[in-house]
């Protein structure tokens, strides 16, 4: 496996409340886009991270399965970070976005809670992978918006499911066969929400390698204003 990173804090943002998290040797790739005042989105965020690496390395270990030991480890951190927040006023209602990729020799698993997202590009073609769980999102699968709309709804950023809001919590798990050749994008709303999918292919189809395509992806969200942090791994399979 081969992969490039970044974590930009952007044109407008005072600080960087995205993560992410990169485990070789569990393969383990993941992003989380942090909320809440006080800083509390970033310790949300890198808090879900560390705990998510340590709690699925031990149940890997242990024989648990790979999907559910990614689901049981987001849930892990969910009741951490829940329970932080509720001990200290100034992190009430904390939260965060995790999208987690797990490669177990040709499997996939992709564990969703947010609207952070993963894609595959397989033979030219770009597929999103993981489904928001936002407002717009749920306005599309009823019919009320198109995608197109979603993509400048003044209510983008609304989510309906985040780590660490709720006592209990709801992972979506997705798993497929990755083949050689395979590029996995997982990425914050920092780039989805500035450039479309069609967009995000042509960055990283036009680029020399994986460092490079980064690059590219990153310029396009600046170069759009940059409003937000901007997260993103590239993983080639």
Same mark, same amino acid.
């Given at each position: 496996?081969?992969?490039?990173?970044?974590?930009?804090?952007? =044109? @407008? +943002?005072?600080?960087?409340?995205?993560? /992410?998290?990169?485990?070789?040797?569990?393969?383990?790739?993941? !992003?989380?886009? %942090?909320?809440?005042?006080?800083?509390?989105?970033?310790?949300?965020?890198?808090?879900?991270?560390?705990?998510?690496?340590?709690?699925?390395?031990?149940?890997?270990?242990?024989?648990?399965?790979?999907?559910?030991?990614?689901?049981?480890?987001?849930?892990?951190?969910?009741?951490?970070?829940?329970?932080?927040?509720?001990?200290?006023?100034?992190?009430?209602?904390?939260?965060?976005?995790?999208?987690?990729?797990?490669?177990?020799?040709?499997?996939?698993?992709?564990?969703?809670?947010?609207?952070?997202?993963?894609? =595959? @590009? +397989?033979?030219?073609?770009?597929?999103? /992978?993981?489904?928001?769980?936002?407002?717009?999102?749920?306005? !599309?699968?009823? %019919?009320?918006?198109?995608?197109?709309?979603?993509?400048?709804?003044?209510?983008?950023?609304?989510?309906?499911?985040?780590?660490?809001?709720?006592?209990?919590?709801?992972?979506?798990?997705?798993?497929?066969?990755?083949?050689?050749?395979?590029?996995?994008?997982?990425?914050?709303?920092?780039?989805?929400?500035?450039?479309?999918?069609?967009?995000?292919?042509?960055?990283?189809?036009?680029?020399?390698?994986?460092?490079?395509?980064?690059?590219?992806?990153?310029?396009?969200?600046?170069?759009?204003?940059?409003?937000?942090? @901007?997260?993103?791994?590239?993983?080639?399979?």
């Amino acid at each position: 496996m081969r992969w490039a990173q970044t974590s930009d804090i952007g =044109l @407008i +943002r005072a600080s960087n409340e995205d993560s /992410l998290c990169i485990s070789p040797k569990t393969g383990l790739f993941a !992003v989380a886009d %942090g909320m809440g005042g006080h800083q509390a989105g970033e310790v949300a965020s890198s808090m879900a991270l560390r705990l998510l690496e340590r709690e699925l390395g031990r149940r890997l270990s242990g024989g648990v399965p790979p999907g559910e030991a990614l689901a049981d480890s987001i849930k892990e951190a969910n009741s951490a970070i829940y329970e932080l927040s509720g001990r200290n006023p100034e992190w009430a209602g904390m939260g965060t976005t995790v999208t987690a990729c797990l490669k177990q020799g040709e499997e996939l698993h992709v564990a969703q809670v947010g609207d952070s997202r993963a894609y =595959l @590009i +397989r033979d030219g073609v770009i597929a999103r /992978l993981t489904e928001d769980h936002s407002l717009v999102q749920e306005m !599309v699968k009823s %019919g009320g918006i198109t995608e197109e709309q979603a993509f400048s709804h003044p209510r983008r950023n609304v989510l309906t499911r985040a780590v660490g809001t709720e006592m209990s919590l709801e992972v979506d798990l997705y798993r497929f066969q990755a083949v050689p050749g395979d590029l996995i994008l997982v990425c914050t709303d920092g780039l989805t929400g500035y450039l479309r999918p069609e967009e995000i292919l042509l960055a990283i189809s036009t680029a020399r390698d994986l460092d490079q395509a980064v690059q590219n992806l990153l310029a396009g969200a600046l170069a759009r204003g940059g409003p937000d942090n @901007i997260t993103m791994i590239l993983l080639e399979c």
